[in-house]
């Protein structure tokens, strides 16, 4: 099982940029998704994550309002929307997939990374001043 996460890239303060995250090898449609950065020298960190169903979504407070989490079950993908970049947004960006099947859970499990069994290998977003 691989999660295959795309779209980052070098880009100015302001703009945007929409990651993708394509698991190959099995299904995640039905199973919570997440996004966690890690920037240079700092612990891997939440970003934001979607239920099972997509019907709840969860983020970190320093994306709220300008990052968007969603997915498209019958293309087995998930999409963060990332709007107004600021610098402090400069990291590898990780998508991450629960094994269980669908399982709701309380705020703070969406957002711990002991949940998620299964990671991509990352995708650099850079913002420059």
């Known amino acids: 099982v691989q999660l295959q996460a795309s779209g980052g890239g070098q880009v100015q303060a302001g703009d945007s940029l929409r990651l993708a995250c394509a698991p190959s090898?099995?299904?995640?449609?039905?199973?919570?998704m997440g996004w966690f950065r890690q920037a240079p020298g700092k612990e891997r960190e939440f970003v934001a994550a979607i239920s099972w169903s997509g019907g709840m979504t969860y983020y970190t407070d320093s994306v709220k309002g300008r990052f968007t989490i969603s997915r498209d079950s019958a293309k087995n993908t998930v999409y963060l929307q990332m709007n107004s970049l600021k610098p402090e947004d400069t990291a590898v960006y990780y998508c991450?997939?629960?094994?269980?099947?669908?399982?709701?859970?309380?705020?703070?499990?969406?957002?711990?990374?002991?949940?998620?069994?299964?990671w991509g290998q990352g995708t650099q977003v850079t913002v420059s001043s």
């Open positions: 991450a997939a629960d094994e269980r099947r669908r399982t709701t859970y309380t705020e703070s499990y969406y957002k711990s990374k002991s949940l998620y069994e299964f």
């Open positions: 090898g099995r299904t995640f449609s039905e199973n919570v």
